[in-house]
């Protein structure tokens, strides 16, 4: 599955109560959806919680919820961003795509956009993506190159010259809220 796009992925799965669902947004470089799926509700039965045990969360994230959203979205993106470290390495293995888990950070500003700076996690980076406001924690996938993070800081920096990075996550929170109460 390789890419030639220039266009953000955005995954969140998310749920309550054993419940998970998920949905995929995928963006332009201006925020505006190229294309936009979801997952309908899981809700396993009890036996099937035993049956997993403590893998069962893993499981459904993984295997039902992950693998069928990268198979139906089109056009792929060139970079996947998703908020959940659990799914950050099995979404780089299944989509061969770059991965990042991008969230806010407390860190003042850094030099200017497009610098990056490590932190003391494996893996992970401070982004200063725009010229406003505080860095973003970047996240990648254990073993990811320090080429490929320079990469993908380019690339988030460039995005950010037309769109607040992390805005489609809240479009995503809204989606599933609507999406709950049965409002599609």
């Keep these: 599955m390789a890419s030639q796009n220039n266009l953000l992925g955005y995954i969140v799965i998310q749920g309550g109560e054993g419940q998970l669902r998920g949905i995929v947004l995928v963006t332009d470089p201006r925020g505006i959806p190229a294309d936009f799926r979801y997952t309908d509700l899981i809700r396993p039965k009890k036996l099937e919680r035993i049956l997993y045990g403590d893998a069962f969360d893993t499981y459904v994230k993984q295997e039902l919820i992950l693998e069928s959203l990268l ?103 809204r989606l599933m809220s609507a999406l709950a109460a049965g409002n599609q």
């Design 71 to 173: 198979e139906a979205v089109n056009p792929e993106p060139s970079l996947w961003i998703c908020n959940d470290s659990e799914i950050l390495s099995p979404l780089r293995e299944l989509s061969k795509v770059k991965t990042v888990l991008l969230e806010e950070s407390p860190h003042v500003p850094l030099d200017a956009p497009g610098s990056i700076e490590n932190l003391s996690e494996p893996g992970a980076y401070l982004l200063q993506a725009d010229p406003h406001g505080n860095p973003l924690r970047a996240e990648f996938p254990e073993g990811v190159r320090s080429d490929e993070v320079q990469q993908v800081g380019a690339m988030l920096t460039e995005f950010a010259e037309t769109m607040t990075l992390l805005e489609p996550f809240t479009r995503i929170q």
